[in-house]
């Protein structure tokens, strides 16, 4: 979608370490950043330290606020969870927050923000159709169509970390099912993509194969060089063989999350955030063996690395005020 410049807005990122500012002007361009710490386990102190952002940001206080959160808000009652900062999970964030800066709040979801972001001006910039997808601590994902967020009364668009992963029904994946055995995930499911296909599953998936801890990013790194190729036999050589075999694992349950995607959605780009979506050896073999893993085994869904890297989630916030006069995700009405 073209970006035609819209209204001046605040978007903020409510991290778990970081809260980060930023006024986008009229032409999208971020002209002012601020970031405060984020005061971990205190709930009122973090309304207030978003407050001050605000207010630093904007003296004025008249522009439309846009904030990406953890978690999302329950239907109906306006309280967030599933926040993996915890101290937000039951608080009624957007009345809260309405109530100190009155109504000119949005929140959403930071996956979303995340495709918000990519959509406009980023790796999805002049297609009608992304999905985004957050893999990192969590995996999370958000769909804009048309240069706008898709929500439903569910306020669920985009969750796809909690689908099951279809990897027992995978020959590639059957042999290693005494290795991998099911997975629990937090939401209360047995082997939702997140708990195979974040940061710590990745982990946890080299764990089982090799009977070794490391994290992600050692992972990868030990495997840095090396041709990722489906190994059946998976046996020891060496760590960095190890490493590459995890990956190839990686990437095999990857290609079944994202194929259950493109054949429902059929999106024409799949942007890749977090901090697995820096493992650019990945993308390759990921797209070519999607493209051929979906029905038909002619996708044309491009697989893409994000364009913004840790301005994604203010931009995206911004963006949730892309369009003044539609209401596309405003929980304010919704609840
Ligand atoms: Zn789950």
């Known amino acids: 979608m073209a970006d035609t410049g819209t209204l001046a807005r605040i978007g903020i990122d409510l991290g778990g370490t970081k809260i980060a500012g930023a006024v986008l002007d009229e032409a999208s361009i971020i002209v002012e950043e601020h970031r405060l710490a984020t005061p971990r386990e205190d709930y009122a102190a973090t309304l207030t330290a978003i407050a001050e952002l605000v207010s630093r940001l904007d003296p004025g206080g008249c522009l439309p606020v846009g904030i990406g959160t953890p978690g999302s808000v329950i239907p109906g009652s306006g309280r967030m969870h599933n926040c993996n900062s915890t101290w937000l999970n039951g608080q009624p964030l957007l009345a809260d927050l309405t109530e100190r800066l009155g109504g000119r709040v949005r929140i959403a979801n930071d996956a979303d923000c995340f495709a918000l972001s990519e959509a406009h001006g980023g790796s999805g910039a002049g297609v009608s159709s992304v999905f985004g997808v957050i893999l990192g601590t969590g995996v999370g994902g958000g769909i804009v169509i048309d240069g706008s967020l898709l929500s439903g009364p569910g306020g669920l668009a985009g969750e796809w970390g ?3 992963l279809p990897e027992f029904q995978d020959p590639a994946c059957t042999a290693l099912n005494p ?25 946890l998936t080299h764990q089982q194969l090799w009977g070794e801890w490391a994290t992600a990013e050692v992972i990868y790194r030990q495997a840095a060089g090396t041709v990722f190729e489906w190994d059946p036999d998976l046996r020891v050589v060496n760590s960095a063989v190890q490493a590459q ?81 539609l209401m596309q995700r405003d929980i304010e009405k919704d609840n």
């Not at 047995?190 to 974040?198: A, D, G, H, K, W």
């Not at 075999?245 to 024409?268: E, F, H």
């Not at 491009?302 to 911004?318: E, K, T, W």
């Open 162 to 164: 909690h689908n099951p």
């Open 179 to 203: 290795v991998l055995r099911s997975r629990q995930c937090y939401c209360g499911q047995l082997n939702c993509i997140e708990t195979f296909l974040s940061g710590p599953g990745l982990a």
């Open 245 to 325: 075999s995890t990956l190839s694992v990686y990437c095999r349950m990857l290609v079944l999350g994202l194929a259950q995607i493109v054949n429902v959605l059929d999106p024409q780009v799949i942007v890749l955030g977090g901090g697995l979506s820096k493992m650019q050896t990945i993308y390759e073999p990921v797209q070519n063996a999607l493209s051929e893993r979906v029905f038909g085994g002619r996708g044309v869904t491009r697989l893409r690395a994000p364009v913004f890297g840790d301005a994604g989630g203010v931009r995206g916030a911004a963006w949730l005020w892309d369009k003044p006069r």
